[in-house]
């Protein structure tokens, strides 16, 4: 069976389910030969057979489930699938296919709950992951379908509808939902943080700082628009307010790699030079808090900073792991392309 020699592998299985009628392995076997051959109601019989036999056996209960899926009987597939997890609770298959037919069945937020723990169970089977990732995509959607039924102009059917234009690329109409929504409710906070960061992603920065400057009027100790306000001051050529503004991001989040760097970058631009290098000093020294840009920028600031401060020695020594991070991107990017042209062609249906 292992080298693919399905039909001499079903001869030796029948022959000896025929010669031992009471040895469930036999049937086992014979039920999994058949479901990789496809014929899915000789795999029920002999699986049946086995777990008839055996009740206990394990993986049959499992396969067994899987055949009756593929023949569309959904109830009776959860039964044995069910049956499987109450014999193997570590079987993150068992999990899946319990999913998996309940997607079927168009019972999302049952698949949702068994997917979770297949997941639990095995965390980077890719399998289990496109399964999860479905049903809780579906169960998603069913939600704010039923949220729109319920409540078709709530201002979080427009708060909603904004996210999704968002991720579609559609600002202009993510706008309109973002505003529609604020219109109804004006001091939700979330809601002009949101506006905001779309603003941002059109290049509007002038209302964007607007926007993040009302959310924290309504929510003052809100860290990600403090540090995103302050990162954009700095955009804006208004270091002093950003530096101010970043400041107490790190006071709540002093750990933070990236509100270190927007920081050193105010104060450089504030020429406060020793207290930039120190919070670039403070991003290197820590580089897997950072992403490999922040990390990669870091350097190269450090380098000018270094050179302003007359230690040479310094600057060429951030200047060159700064040339090995930039090296190391491009020839990421390189493979990634290389990768991509690489990849077989689809073939046109």
């Given at each position: 069976m292992r080298q693919g020699r399905l039909v001499d592998a079903a001869a030796a299985f029948a022959d000896c389910a025929s010669r031992r009628p009471d040895f469930a392995e036999a049937f086992f076997n014979l039920g999994l030969v058949r479901l990789q051959q496809k014929r899915f109601e000789?795999?029920?019989?002999?699986?049946?057979q086995s777990v008839k036999l055996k009740p206990r056996l394990r993986g049959a209960h499992l396969f067994l489930g899987m055949a009756r899926y593929r023949t569309n009987e959904y109830p009776a597939a959860l039964a044995a699938l069910r049956r499987e997890v109450e014999i193997d609770p570590s079987s993150a298959n068992a999990y899946m296919w319990l999913g998996v037919v309940q997607l079927a069945q168009g019972n999302a937020a049952g698949a949702v709950a068994?997917?979770?723990?297949?997941?639990?169970?095995?965390?980077?089977?890719v399998d289990v992951l496109y399964h999860r990732g479905r049903a809780h995509m579906l169960l998603s959607r069913e939600i704010y379908e039923h949220m729109y039924q319920v409540s078709p102009n709530s201002w979080r059917v427009h708060e909603v509808l904004a996210q999704a234009f968002k991720e579609a690329d559609r600002l202009e109409d993510a706008v309109k939902e973002c505003?529609?929504?604020?219109?109804?409710?004006?001091?939700?906070?979330?809601?002009?943080?949101?506006?905001?960061?779309?603003?941002?992603?059109?290049?509007h920065l002038e209302q964007a700082e607007t926007e993040f400057e009302s959310e924290l009027k309504i929510d003052p100790q809100n860290v990600d628009s403090m540090y995103k306000l302050?990162?954009?001051?700095?955009?804006?050529?208004?270091?002093?307010?950003?530096?101010?503004?970043?400041?107490?991001?790190l006071r709540h989040r002093p750990d933070s790699a990236e509100a270190h760097y927007?920081?050193?970058?105010?104060?450089?631009?504030?020429?406060?030079?020793?207290?930039?290098?120190?919070?670039?000093?403070?991003?290197?020294?820590?580089?897997?808090?950072?992403?490999?840009?922040t990390l990669k920028q870091s350097y190269y600031q450090l380098a000018q900073l270094y050179r302003r401060l007359g230690r040479s020695e310094e600057s060429r020594a951030a200047l060159n792991s700064f040339i090995k991070l930039k090296q190391q991107a491009d020839a990421q990017r390189q493979q990634k392309l290389q990768d991509k042209l690489n990849r077989p062609q689809q073939p046109q249906m």
């Open positions: 000789d795999a029920i019989k002999a699986l049946e068994v997917l979770d723990k297949a997941a639990e169970l095995s965390p980077n089977d505003q529609e929504a604020i219109k109804l409710k004006p001091d939700e906070p979330g809601l002009h943080e949101e506006l905001a960061n779309i603003y941002w992603k059109q290049n302050g990162a954009l001051r700095i955009e804006r050529s208004k270091p002093a307010d950003a530096a101010r503004l970043l400041t107490e991001v927007q920081l050193g970058r105010a104060q450089a631009q504030l020429g406060e030079n020793e207290p930039a290098v120190k919070n670039f000093a403070a991003v290197v020294a820590e580089p897997g808090k950072a992403d490999s840009d």
